[in-house]
T-cell receptor, first 111, second 112 residues
């Protein structure tokens, strides 16, 4: 158990819809990272937050957004969903850089 | 340009047959080389961090080594439970991010 909690574990929705994925980092970790993993791609970095502030953006689509709340939990919002958005979405946390600790992921299926 | 390249993409071994996985990186000023294990449908699990050429770390049947250009994950006398995808990663380059850039992994299967 990494200590990072993600909900929901599985989500099935239709094209055009909007979903929210939630992540609670390990106790004491200030950084939260979101990654996307699809069958034909490796782990793709989406976005990072540190202590409530956006720190870095990777290959995140404009339809996707995230935020980190004062209690340090984070949410990833995916809107206008397309079939190609089906993937595993992972949240990871760290104190500040170094080793990242990953949650179990949220599997999103867009039909 | 890929910063991290892993080979082989897949490897099938018999139980007890030792081998090595390769991770080549092209970043300059390496700030750590990270190895993870990922089981199907699960999140990556941290294994090792290496910081300087010549460094080695061991955990059970796994040993990770680092040179100036690449890292190896040596698996000695593997067991079926070692079957997983092994990922290596380096810190993100530029932009102030301190996350990790991952290779595509080596899918390892250990047959009984």
């Amino acid at each position: 158990d990494s200590g990072v909690t993600q909900t929901p574990k599985h989500l099935i929705t239709a094209t055009g819809q909007r979903v929210t994925l939630r992540c609670s980092p390990r106790s004491g970790d200030l950084s939260v990272y979101w990654y996307q993993q699809s069958l034909d791609q490796g782990l793709q970095f989406l976005i990072q937050y540190y202590n409530g502030e956006e720190r870095a953006k990777g290959n995140i689509l404009e339809r996707f957004s995230a935020q980190q709340f004062p209690d340090l939990h984070s949410e990833l919002n995916l809107s206008s969903l397309e079939l190609g958005d089906s993937a595993l979405y992972f949240c990871a946390s760290s104190v500040f850089g170094g080793e990242l600790f990953f949650g179990e992921g949220s599997r999103l299926t867009v039909l | 340009e890929d910063q991290v390249t892993q080979s082989p993409e897949a490897l099938r071994l018999q139980e007890g047959e030792s081998s090595s996985l390769n991770c080549s990186y092209t970043v300059s000023g390496l700030r750590g080389l990270f190895w993870y294990r990922q089981d199907p449908g699960k999140g990556p699990e941290f294994l090792f961090t290496l910081y300087s050429a010549g460094e080695e770390k061991e955990k059970e049947r796994l040993k990770a080594t680092l040179t100036k250009k690449e890292s190896f994950l040596h698996i000695t006398a593997p067991k079926p439970e070692d079957s997983a995808t092994y990922l290596c990663a380096v810190p993100e380059g530029g932009g102030g991010a301190d996350g990790l850039t991952f290779g595509k992994g080596t899918h390892l299967i250990i047959q009984p």
